[in-house]
């Protein structure tokens, strides 16, 4: 199971990367992956990391992808402010209609 979360993770997060890396930057990404969620890239690193957590059957990592996780929120809290700032009504029309991550939230 933390194999497979690894390599989804991984699958996942280079797509996000790449749509936002093609993106025009006078508009928010909203194509691909960014359909589904927000923040694919914290999305899909997370699951990684949690794979990896699970792979290693180590608590001590679990406790590490649990901070990481409110650190990356927090962090995404941080991220929406700004894209609202900078893209106004386009970012929060996007934000109405896909969630924070993935399927949920």
């Not at 901070?67 to 894209?83: A, K």
Request: glycine fraction near 8%; include cysteine; charge should be positive.
């Amino acid at each position: 199971i933390g194999a497979l979360l690894i390599v989804i993770g991984f699958i996942g997060h280079f797509a996000a990367k790449r749509a936002f890396m093609t993106a025009e930057r006078t508009a928010p990404v909203t194509g691909g992956i960014y359909n589904y969620s927000r923040n694919p890239m914290y999305t899909f690193m997370s699951l990684s990391i949690v794979g990896t957590a699970i792979s290693a059957k180590s608590i001590i990592l679990i406790s590490l992808w649990f901070c990481s996780v409110v650190c990356m929120h927090v962090l995404i809290l941080g991220e929406e402010r700004y894209c609202k700032n900078e893209y106004g009504e386009s970012y929060i029309i996007y934000m109405k209609k896909v969630p924070r991550y993935l399927l949920f939230f």
